[in-house]
């Protein structure tokens, strides 16, 4: 069993940045697939960024360039550094936490991340 907790989101202007966390209990952290996906009002939920246990990481090109995705495992947490925000950004952020070998996610209650001027 693991547990999921988001934090770091808010209100930020366009070409602003946030940092998101997500801290993570209940299981050996540092094996799981990390991820990050992102849900708006009338869109299905996407996948944003991900980081495997090796530090291998994946990004939607909609925000290569501009997130990186982070892990520290002493620390068991996972972090999206969000640069350059956009309107098409804003979203309620989901993190999440899958086992190896397993299509099971975790998922954490997410956070309300809102670009606006």
């Known amino acids: 069993q693991v547990q999921l907790v988001e934090s770091g989101g808010g209100l930020v202007q366009p070409g602003g940045s946030l940092r998101l966390s997500c801290a993570a209990s209940?299981?050996?952290?540092?094996?799981?697939?990390m991820g990050w996906y992102r849900q708006s009002p009338g869109k299905q939920r996407e996948l944003v960024a991900r980081?495997?246990?090796?530090?291998?990481?994946y990004y939607a090109d909609s925000v290569k360039g501009r997130f990186t995705i982070s892990r520290d495992n002493a620390k068991n947490t996972v972090h999206l550094q969000m640069n350059s925000l956009k309107p098409e950004d804003t979203a309620v952020y989901y993190c999440?936490?899958?086992?190896?070998?397993?299509?099971?996610?975790?998922w954490g209650q997410g956070t309300q991340v809102n670009v606006s001027s």
């Open positions: 980081i495997s246990s090796g530090g291998s990481t």
């Open positions: 209940g299981s050996i952290f540092s094996i799981y697939t």
């Open positions: 999440t936490a899958a086992p190896p070998a397993s299509a099971y996610r975790y």
